[in-house]
Antibody, heavy 118, light 109 residues
C-alpha cells in the first residue's frame, strides 16, 4: 500500500540549514507529482512546494521561494526538501504528500517536526 | 498567497449535521471545480475525504458530502459520530499550485 514517511526534522538554529526526507513506498515517485505542506503550531496547513512530474520542475510558495529547494532521488524513491536560512516562523510539522489525479492530494505522510530555535 | 477562509470551529451533537464553509476567490474556488477536503486527526496523516467539490474516495462514508456555489465551497457531515471529531481543511487548485484553508476544528459534543 502507499506509504510516505518523513524524517530529518529536529531543532535547528536560526539561519542554519536542514534537509528533510520523504521515503515513499507502494508507488514510484518518478511518475507522480509530489507536494510539501507544513503546519505551524496552532495554525492551518500551508502549501509549500509541488514537483510536477510532467514538467519536471518545482513550484514554490512565495513564503519559501529562494530558501527552500525540493528534489528527488528516483533510485531511492525518496523526496527531499532542503531548507536554508531557516527562521522562527519555519517552525512547523512538515508533511510530504502525493499529488492525486483530481488536483487533490491523495496520500500524506504523518509529518516531521522542525523547530527553529537558538 | 492568502489562504482560503474557514471558520475556526464548529460543533454538533451525535446524529446531527454540520456544515463547514470555505471561501476563496476568482484565482481558485470560483474558476476551478477542484476543491478537496481533508480530515486530520492531530498526530496522524491527513486523509482525503472529498475531491472535485463533491466526490468521495472509496471507503469514505456517504455521511460526508461537498458542494460549491460561487466563491464558497462547503463540507457537510450528517449523522455526526464521535470519530468525526477532527480538524478539517479545504483546498483548491490555484494555477499550477494549491491553496489550503486555515482549518476548522470540529467538536462532537
Amino acid at each position: 500500500q502507499v506509504q510516505l514517511v518523513e524524517s530529518g526534522g529536529g531543532v535547528v538554529q536560526p539561519g542554519r540549514s536542514l534537509r528533510l526526507s520523504c521515503a515513499a513506498s507502494g508507488f514510484r515517485i518518478s511518475v507522480y507529482g509530489m507536494h510539501w505542506v507544513r503546519q505551524a503550531p496552532g495554525k492551518g496547513l500551508e502549501w509549500l512546494s509541488f514537483f510536477s512530474a510532467e514538467e519536471n520542475r518545482n513550484f514554490y510558495a512565495d513564503s519559501v521561494q529562494g530558501r527552500f529547494t525540493g528534489s528527488r532521488d528516483n533510485s531511492k524513491n525518496t523526496l527531499y526538501l532542503e531548507m536554508k536560512a531557516v527562521r522562527a516562523e519555519d517552525t512547523a510539522i512538515y508533511f510530504c504528500a502525493r499529488d492525486g489525479p483530481h488536483w487533490d492530494v491523495d496520500y500524506w505522510g504523518q509529518g516531521t517536526l522542525v523547530t527553529v530555535s537558538s | 498567497q492568502s489562504a482560503l477562509t474557514q471558520p475556526a470551529s464548529v460543533s454538533g451533537s451525535p446524529g446531527q449535521s454540520i456544515t463547514i464553509s470555505c471561501t476563496g476567490t476568482s484565482s481558485d474556488i470560483v474558476n476551478y471545480n477542484y476543491v478537496s477536503w481533508y480530515q486530520h486527526h492531530p498526530g496522524k496523516a491527513p486523509k482525503l475525504i472529498i475531491y472535485e467539490v463533491s466526490y468521495r474516495p472509496s471507503g469514505v462514508p456517504n455521511r460526508f458530502s461537498g458542494s460549491k456555489s460561487g466563491n464558497t465551497a462547503s463540507l457537510t457531515i450528517s449523522g455526526l459520530q464521535a470519530e468525526d471529531e477532527a480538524d478539517y481543511y479545504c483546498s483548491s487548485k490555484r494555477s499550477i499550485t494549491r491553496v489550503f484553508g486555515g482549518g476548522t476544528k470540529l467538536t462532537v459534543l
